[in-house]
């Protein structure tokens, strides 16, 4: 055999050699990656499940069939929404729920809950309700668009009961009182009141009777003065030893009408104010009157007849 085909042989061993070396190194190498690989996943998994379970204190939190479950309380943001397990109570804003459902947020405006529905349809209201283990309250807010029936109006709201216990309206301070107003919530609007005495006022907020009204009345009933009845829908009385009743007639004149009696028989006898008159009925009339006026022209709710005096002197009245 030539030695130069000795050479090339031998030169194509030690290639093989070489070759074989090489990819033993390289598979050894990638089957070492491979498992490096494989070690640096399961470290970042553990590493993973440690650090929830410092976060979220795993003990008592189950997922299953797509559901959390947390046996113990818990804790959003500290005290935007907590739950304690153990006394069942539900805290919006506060981690000391009081409650079964207390939300709380101090600041210095109003904290509201709402209810809201949308829906705009001629059924829509919004409602929320107290129900015991019979009756049911409610209170209801019905929908621009709702068909109004009964006591359930169009755009209005209706706080009902249908328990045979009825509905109580209580104020418990003992210097409280309670007001009603309509056409807004400012001063000039109250319409009613029941003052802490129990009196109730119509037209004014310093009621000093049982029954005040401040303004005209219109009674077409039957109306009752202890034991009298009178069928006519004017019953006067004062503290002088008869009734006078003091009107204006159709020419605008002021005029006070009285029962008189004189020989035996009783005669109605009506007579233009004289507010020079030394008659009781003739200055009483027309220092009322002019109280009346007065108070109309402050036009304040807050300011009653009982607030207006009387100048003889100057005949006019004053605010006292």
Sequence with gaps: MAVHEVNG??????TYR???????VLNRFSRLNSYFTQILKLCLALALFVMAAILISGAGITAENGALNVSNNLFIDTDTLFVDSTNNK???????????????????ASTRLKVTNQGGGTSSSAIIQVTDDVTANFFNHYGSAYTSSGSAKQAGAELATNGAGGMSITSTNGAAVIRFYTGGNADNNERMRISEAGNVGIGTTAPNQRLMVAGNANITGTVYYGALQANSPVLERTA????A??????????VVEYIHFDAGAYARVIEAVNSDSASWWHRSCFEKNEKFKFLDSLNNNSITIEDIGFNWSMKTAFKK
């Design 9 to 14: 042989m031998e030169k194509r061993r030690n």
């Design 18 to 24: 070489k070759n074989k070396k090489e990819r033993f």
């Design 90 to 108: 539900v805290g919006i804003g506060t981690a000391s729920p009081s409650q079964r459902l207390e939300v709380r947020h101090d600041q210095d």
């Design 240 to 243: 002088e030893p008869f009734v």
């Design 245 to 254: 009743r003091c009107t204006v007639a159709d020419d605008g004149k002021l």
